[in-house]
């Protein structure tokens, strides 16, 4: 999530894997962009570009349960998805590196 409210209870916080606001704004309250134009664009200004905290996710799973917040209900048009899409992608690559 890129904004968090104090209701929320967490251990981690790591805005970095969140949509840029700019990106966001275009997606989802101006429409401008289609859900492919946001994941293309998301996957190159966040998770391209922030690989190393997509690593840290990854070994942080590996010793306890994450749960990836947004507003969005379904996972099916959200980044979460792409975040955990990622970390399974770059965890099969590193999977020698992790064990």
């Known amino acids: 999530m890129r904004r968090i409210e104090k209701v929320y209870d967490f251990d981690i916080w790591l805005p970095k894997l969140a949509p840029p606001e700019e990106l966001l704004k275009l997606y989802v309250i101006k429409k401008k962009i289609t859900w492919n134009e946001f994941k293309k664009r ?33 996972p099916k048009k959200c980044h979460r998805r792409l975040v955990a899409e990622e970390c399974k992608r770059i965890n099969s690559k590193l999977n020698v590196v992790l064990r």
């Open 42 to 74: 998301f996957t190159k200004e966040v998770l391209i570009k922030n690989k190393e905290y997509v690593k840290i996710l990854i070994l942080l799973s590996k010793k306890k349960k994450i749960t990836l917040l947004c507003w969005e209900e379904s």
